[in-house]
């Protein structure tokens, strides 16, 4: 069943067929000339080596006969008895040679003087052997062609004793064999032989035309086979071609996009100083305000143009040093940070009460850590927001918890809710130890394309914090838990 359902694949249409056809017809026509031809070249070598082995064998063996029976002759045999019986046993052997089915003809010829003397019975011969004496009335029957021939084959015969052949029509032959008595040819013995090849040419040409028939289904099945694996090479171009325009399509996009990200990135860098100036027009405006005058909304707007700053100084050093993340000039509060990430962000874009619940367990006395409070923010921000985007579909409670190891001197940042958790192939560790979840471009939404850097950019500031982050499911649902040094 594998085979047909492969030849599903080929596709064969009616001008192949038409074309097949066209080749099998013009091979039948070469095949049926070149038999003809070597049929008849075939025959014709057969025809010779039947003179050359047959013909010309059988008419020296009856002549030999001949001889050797006259041979013991000596003088005319004088009892009746003993001539008929002579007659006679020549007689048998010539009647034995006409009744051969190729044998059409059978006589002695002799020459006497300018005359040519032909001999067909045994009395005839006894005497001209014995006697030399000729019959006074020959035969009747008239033999032309045999006398032209034998008058042709006269020095052969008699001055080379040398058997000669005469082919007429190509397939009748005129044999004469050197008839000699006691070592001296007196003329020779004549034989008309027809073989009958009609069979022979038969079984020749079936076995021709069963070849032929052979010899055209193997050409129809190479030129199947041909055609097959023309198809097949033909497929496997046009699949080699599309995956090579799909690849060089994608290259395309590639190219395409980061020259897009390039002219991004180059229009953000151009734009950033700008927005520097403003903020820092705005910080300076704020503290020339008076302090009690909306002192927490100007906390509020203090922060946030911090946060803008340092994201787009983020955006625009890929490395930044050491000194502007971890220094001991910075004093962040993480329970304060919690406390207004949490009121001042997400409690200001999602309504509590219709999806998201917050639970803050935060232990008073974790100390200060000297960490940039905007470097923390751009850690604890995106975990919290992964809680919130990846359970839509539910009311969940995102419950952040801290405590402080006297010993260890380490904070430890639990962000935990009870969604649907993450995945079991995203929480498996590489080589290196990375969890997949926090590796670039891996999300578990397949609704945006902007997905991803959350995560990473989390991992990816936890590291040069000094800090470290594990992602895990609890019994409710998925859990961050962030490990803080205090130095």
Request: aromatic share 12%; hydrophobic share 35%; net charge neutral.
């Amino acid at each position: 069943m594998s085979f047909f359902h492969k030849l599903r694949d080929y596709h064969f249409e009616v001008y192949h067929f038409i074309i097949l056809t066209i080749i099998i017809i013009i091979s039948q026509v070469l095949l049926s000339y070149l038999n003809m031809s070597s049929t008849k070249a075939l025959l014709n070598k057969t025809m010779e080596n039947y003179k050359l082995e047959t013909a010309e064998r059988q008419s020296d063996f009856i002549t030999s006969s001949i001889e050797l029976f006259l041979q013991k002759f000596t003088e005319y045999p004088y009892n009746q008895n003993d001539i008929a019986q002579s007659t006679g046993s020549i007689d048998y052997l010539i009647y034995q040679q006409l009744l051969q089915k190729n044998v059409e003809d059978f006589c002695l010829l002799f020459s006497s003087g300018n005359k040519i003397r032909m001999l067909d019975s045994g009395k005839d011969i006894l005497n001209y052997v014995v006697k030399g004496k000729l019959p006074k009335n020959l035969p009747s029957k008239k033999r032309p062609k045999v006398k032209e021939y034998f008058s042709k084959a006269m020095d052969s015969i008699f001055k080379n004793e040398e058997i000669k052949t005469f082919v007429e029509d190509g397939k009748t032959f005129h044999v004469f064999v050197p008839f000699s008595i006691k070592g001296e040819v007196i003329g020779a013995v004549y034989q008309k032989i027809t073989p009958d090849v009609d069979r022979m040419k038969s079984v020749i040409s079936t076995s021709f035309n069963y070849t032929g028939a052979w010899v055209s289904v193997i050409i129809l099945f190479s030129l199947l086979i041909v055609f097959i694996l023309t198809n097949y090479v033909i497929n496997e171009r046009d699949i080699a071609k599309s995956e090579l325009y799909k690849q060089k399509e994608k290259q395309l996009t590639q190219l395409i996009e980061t020259r897009k990200e390039a002219s991004f990135a180059r229009r953000i860098y151009h734009a950033h100083h700008k927005v520097e100036k403003v903020i820092g027009f705005a910080k300076e405006d704020l503290l020339k305000m008076p302090k009690n005058i909306y002192p927490e909304i100007s906390l509020r707007l203090n922060k946030y143009m911090n946060f803008i700053g340092r994201v787009i100084y983020g955006m625009k050093t890929k490395n930044p040093p050491v000194k502007v993340i971890r220094n001991s000039m910075f004093n962040t509060d993480v329970n304060a940070l919690l406390e207004f990430i949490v009121n001042n962000i997400f409690r200001r874009v999602y309504k509590e009460s219709d999806q998201f619940d917050f639970d803050l367990q935060l232990d008073e006395n974790c100390p200060l850590i000297h960490i940039n409070e905007y470097v923390a923010w751009e850690i604890f921000e995106p975990i919290i927001n992964n809680a919130m985007d990846h359970n839509k579909t539910q009311k969940i409670t995102i419950t952040i918890v801290t405590k402080y190891d006297s010993e260890s001197k380490k904070i430890k940042v639990k962000i935990m809710d009870d969604g649907e958790g993450i995945k079991p192939e995203f929480l498996k560790e590489d080589g290196s130890g990375v969890q997949e979840i926090f590796k670039e471009n891996i999300s578990t939404k397949d609704y945006s394309d902007n997905s991803g850097y959350g995560c990473y950019i989390a991992y990816e500031n936890c590291r040069r914090c000094g800090w470290s982050i594990h992602a895990e499911n609890n019994d409710s649902g998925a859990m961050f838990t962030i490990t803080i040094p205090v130095n």
